[in-house]
């Protein structure tokens, strides 16, 4: 119960930061405020809709979201207002198969701890000793949790992008991921 108090704060406290602002976007008349563009975005991913449908449904049933084209221009431009500084992080768990040198390397640059599980007889390495002087088996063994929940994400949205382009598709798995957690709040 703690914890998903805590997410739900967490989520609210991204959106009390971003939704009221109409200024994500500096071109044209801003007509619909970013929470309305991200209440039909989320809508779109849990219901599994296209641009037209979603914005069809949601006017039918009485709410006041923009065009499909207004929502098809917003998902790529809340990705930059939204996630800004989501990229802060100390530790990097991944299996055996990213364990090279050039991995330790640039991890040890940015100062993010490396749990990865050394591959057999593979000693070299000056950057892969140093990280892996703070390795830990137990600490390796979180990564399950992160692959339960691609697993979660795989299964409720399917493990495609319905985008072309890479920041299209990035914006949309962090809609399916916020859509996810609230579906989690829920439960």
Do not use: W
């Amino acid at each position: 119960m703690k914890k998903q108090n805590k997410l739900l704060i967490k989520i609210q406290r991204l959106l009390k930061q971003q939704l009221n602002s109409r200024e994500y976007s500096h071109f044209g008349p801003k007509k619909y405020k970013l929470s309305e563009h991200f209440f039909a975005l989320i809508f779109m991913q849990i219901a599994k809709l296209s641009f037209r449908r979603v914005s069809f449904l949601l006017v039918e049933l009485g709410f006041y979201v923009p065009s499909y084209s207004a929502l098809c221009k917003s998902r790529k431009r809340i990705f930059p207002s939204l996630f800004g500084k989501i990229h802060d992080f100390k530790n990097f768990f991944a299996d055996t198969a990213y364990d090279s040198e050039n991995v330790h390397e640039k991890c040890f640059e940015k100062n993010i701890q490396t749990f990865i599980k050394p591959r057999k007889n593979v000693r070299k390495g000056f950057y892969r000793r140093k990280q892996m002087k703070n390795y830990s088996e137990e600490k390796y063994h979180r990564r399950s949790l992160a692959e339960t929940g691609f697993s979660i994400l795989k299964r409720k949205y399917g493990g495609y992008t319905l985008t072309k382009s890479a920041k299209s598709a990035k914006a949309e798995m962090y809609l399916r991921t916020i859509a996810s957690n609230l579906n989690l709040i829920n439960n």
